[in-house]
């Protein structure tokens, strides 16, 4: 099946540090998705982008998709202890609903 | 505006007993789409459902089914359990068109 290659998997960090993840594919995607996921609760939807190269800002957060329509990245800066969480990428093909996941990047804060 | 809500949030059933899981969408949103997250993995797609009638299906087998109401909420059953069907199940709400999926909370399901 298909499989998203998301890294790093796990990151620990101070409070302040920028913060920057991908994700990979072998498959090109039409639009990709970022969510956040606390421990026990749903995915929360962070950034969606639909055009390749697009830049979209969401507060501290900013996600790209790349270029060739099979990447995408998250940075997050100036981080702060509320950013913990595991955070996952998102493909979607055209004309299909379904979310193909990666396997998430757990983040840790020091504050 | 209510967001997706899931019920129950914990379950405990034995191997081979069948669940039925349920789900509301948030308000406005016809679609809804059912994962299966095991642990320490990312959600797998389950199927989809739209105007009360399957839209995409993932790879999993015939035991697992589900409906959508006219009031676009949707539950989810697993027949015949099996100890790895243990997972959070998740289901997401869209708007008409749309590609972004909303997550509810969830529901535990636990196997033994």
């Known amino acids: 099946g298909q499989q998203l290659n998301q890294s790093p998997q796990s990151m620990f960090i101070q409070e302040g540090e920028d913060v920057s993840m991908n994700c990979t594919s072998s498959?090109?995607?039409?639009?990709w998705l970022w969510y956040k996921q606390d421990p026990g609760e749903g995915p929360v939807l962070l950034i969606a982008?639909?055009?390749?190269?697009e830049l979209t800002s969401n507060g501290r957060l900013t996600a790209q998709f790349g270029i060739t329509r099979k990447d995408s990245f998250l940075n997050i800066s100036a981080s702060i202890p509320s950013d913990v969480g595991i955070y996952f990428c998102?493909?979607?093909?055209?004309?299909?609903?379904?979310?193909?996941f990666g396997s998430g990047t757990r983040l840790q804060v020091q504050p | 505006e209510t967001g997706v809500t899931q019920s129950p949030t914990h379950l405990i059933k034995t191997r081979g007993q069948q669940v039925t899981l349920r789900c509301s969408s948030q308000s406005g949103h016809n679609t809804v789409s059912w994962y299966q997250q095991a642990l320490g993995q990312g959600p797998q797609f389950i199927f989809q459902y739209y105007r009360e009638e399957e839209n995409g299906r993932g790879n999993f087998p015939p035991r697992f089914s589900g409906l959508q109401f006219p009031n676009y909420s949707s539950e989810l059953n697993v027949n015949a359990l099996e100890l790895d069907d243990s997972a959070l199940y998740l289901c997401a709400s869209s708007p008409q068109g749309a590609y972004e999926q909303y997550f509810g909370p969830g529901t535990r399901l636990t196997v033994t």
């Open positions: 498959s090109i995607f039409n639009t």
């Open positions: 998102a493909g979607q093909f055209t004309g299909r609903r379904a979310l193909t």
């Open positions: 982008l639909y055009k390749a190269g």
